[in-house]
């Protein structure tokens, strides 16, 4: 396969991921962070580089904040623009916890047919 479709699969898998990624980011720490602030930590935790674009996450930031399922509020800053600081909320958190299985049992689904200890056993989906 070429790297164009490559990267096209993994937009279309980063599509549905986003969300659940920003809600657990915020979840974990229970305390505001601004969009920036935000980005750098996913970076963080893939050694420096995001699998997110920046301009993926402000977007939908502002769509699970319309739903609810964070808070937001705007802080000037000295160096700066004014940031706009997400908080997750009880909705959120409850939304994170079911999705939190949603996506294990995909998960779990996905590596059956794809884990090679899986399909070296014979007990793949194939056989």
């Known amino acids: 396969m070429d790297d164009s479709s490559d990267k096209k699969f993994q937009k279309d898998l980063?599509?549905?991921?986003?969300?659940?990624?920003?809600l657990a980011a915020l979840g974990e720490r229970g305390e505001d962070l601004y969009g920036y602030?935000?980005?750098k930590?996913?970076?963080g935790a893939n050694e420096g580089v995001s699998i997110f674009k920046?301009?993926?996450?402000?977007?939908v930031l502002r769509a699970l904040s319309a739903g609810g399922l964070l808070t937001s509020r705007i802080v000037p800053s000295y160096a700066g623009p004014p940031r706009r600081?997400?908080?997750?909320?009880?909705?959120?958190?409850?939304?994170?916890a079911e999705r939190k299985l949603i996506w294990t049992a995909t998960r779990n689904f996905v590596d059956r047919f794809t884990e090679t200890e899986t399909q070296a056993s014979g007990i793949g989906p194939l056989s």
Do not use: D, M, S, W
């Open 14 to 22: 980063n599509g549905g991921l986003v969300g659940l990624v920003l």
């Open 37 to 39: 602030e935000i980005a």
């Open 41 to 43: 930590r996913l970076a």
């Open 54 to 59: 920046e301009g993926t996450i402000y977007p």
């Open 85 to 96: 600081y997400y908080r997750i909320t009880e909705q959120g958190r409850a939304v994170l």
